[in-house]
Nanobody, 126 residues
Framework: QVQLVESGGGLVQAGGSLRLSCAFS????????MGWFRQAPGKEREFVAAITYVGGGTYYADSVKGRFTISRDNAKNTVYLQMNSLKPEDTAVYYCAAARFRAGPILGETGPYDYWGQGTQVTVSS
């Protein structure tokens, strides 16, 4: 059974930065594509960024392109989301998710993901 534990959320002023981490355990990390999604109060969960299980291909939502960077460290079984130039509209609970042997733009949808973390709150003040 895969376990995902997010960390790194918090309160930051607009224009600031945060780095989220997601620790993966229970299976072979390198076999899983990893994604970050977020959900603001009263809104549906939306895609933020994803990284494939092989080759390191990345995908981003238009709203975060140029500001957020997803990366993975297979030696540490961890995926990261570096968030720069944060805006109040980035405020949400951020979730990481794992999808076994997945690649391609389908990673922008929730369906391919097999496992989800419990989420970490990110609040950006204006």
């Amino acid at each position: 059974q895969v376990q995902l534990v997010e960390s790194g959320g918090g309160l930051v002023q607009a224009g600031g930065s945060l780095r989220l981490s997601c620790a993966f355990s229970g299976r072979t990390f390198s076999n899983y594509a990893m994604g970050w999604f977020r959900q603001a109060p009263g809104k549906e969960r939306e895609f933020v960024a994803a990284i494939t299980y092989v080759g390191g291909g990345t995908y981003y939502a238009d709203s975060v392109k140029g500001r957020f960077t997803i990366s993975r460290d297979n030696a540490k079984n961890t995926v990261y989301l570096q968030m720069n130039s944060l805006k109040p509209e980035d405020t949400a609970v951020y979730y990481c998710a794992a999808a076994r042997f997945r690649a391609g733009p389908i990673l922008g949808e929730t369906g391919p993901y097999d496992y989800w973390g419990q989420g970490t709150q990110v609040t950006v003040s204006s």
